[in-house]
């Protein structure tokens, strides 16, 4: 299943029934305005920023971080980050590593061999978010491989001196930027074997709007995977007890 077809999955928590919970005070719908985060001001690098890395900057410049976006479209970024608001700048995927204390990866699984060697100096120790998925279609031989090694073990080899968090991997890139609407009501399933990484990433997972809920070490990674049995949004306790069952 793609990602876009992971927006009309059967397990999505109907949007008229988040409306009622939770709206953000002092959010306008299409506007970025200063909203209370649960966690301290971040610097965030984003390596990739189309669906998943703007949605994902927008809600974290709402609250109160600062992001910079990256890809191999620096004027494309620019526009993105004058678009996003104050908390928001553009940079080359180099500068974006340096300037995240966490930074985020949402690039096709094939872009990360390359990129993992150009930032490995940037990223050594580095707490990072790892929203890819290897899709054989659109990534090549690459994402066979991830697959059958699985995808935190694999990205963990293709970042080395990261400490990973897989995250954000199996919602759709839309529903990411709307779920600070209804604050943890939908459980985020993650996988990391650094604790204080997971820890630093709950904190930003949770201003995005989701409950973090770590299910293991990376090696749980590949049940992170669109059409995984944690894929699709859900409330906290039914990813617990499907975590559970892994
Ligand atoms: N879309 C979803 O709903 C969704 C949900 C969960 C996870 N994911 C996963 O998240 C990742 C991103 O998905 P997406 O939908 O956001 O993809 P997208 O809209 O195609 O965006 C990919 C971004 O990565 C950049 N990029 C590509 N190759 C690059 C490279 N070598 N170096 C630097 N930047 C590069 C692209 O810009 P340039 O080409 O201009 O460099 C673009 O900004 C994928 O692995 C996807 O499977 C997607």
Redesign the pocket.
């Known amino acids: 299943m793609g ?2 077809a ?2 009309n999955r059967r397990h999505f928590i109907g949007i008229a029934g988040m409306m009622g919970v939770g709206l953000a005070a002092g959010v306008l719908p299409g506007g970025v305005r200063a909203a209370a985060s649960s966690s301290q001001k971040t610097k965030i690098g984003i ?8 949605a994902l900057g927008r809600v974290w410049v709402m609250k109160g971080h600062e992001v910079m976006f ?4 620096l004027e ?2 620019k526009a993105l980050a004058a678009k996003t608001g104050a908390g928001a700048s553009a940079g080359t ?1 180099e500068q974006a590593a340096k300037f995240g204390e966490v930074v985020l ?5 094939r ?1 990360l061999p ?2 993992g060697k150009a930032l490995a100096t940037q990223l050594k120790g580095k707490v990072v978010i790892d ?5 054989p279609a ?1 990534d090549g031989e690459i994402a066979n491989w991830a697959r059958e090694k699985g995808a935190g073990l694999a990205s963990a080899e293709l970042l080395p001196g990261a400490r990973i968090v897989r995250a ?7 529903r ?1 930027g709307a779920a600070h609407e209804a604050p943890g009501r939908t459980g985020m399933p993650i996988a990391a074997d650094d604790a204080a990484a997971s820890d630093l990433a709950s904190r930003l997972i949770r201003d995005i709007g989701y409950e973090p809920i770590l299910i293991g070490g990376l090696d749980k990674g590949k049940h992170l995977v ?1 059409s995984g049995p944690l894929s699709g949004e859900r409330p906290p306790d039914e990813v617990r007890k499907i975590a559970a069952s892994l």
């Open positions: 990602d876009d992971l927006l390596i990739g920023s189309g669906n998943v890395g703007s990256s890809s191999r479209s494309d970024d995927p990866f949402a690039v096709p699984y872009a390359e990129l929203a890819c998925n290897p899709y659109r954000f991997n199996a919602v759709g890139a839309a990411m669109p």
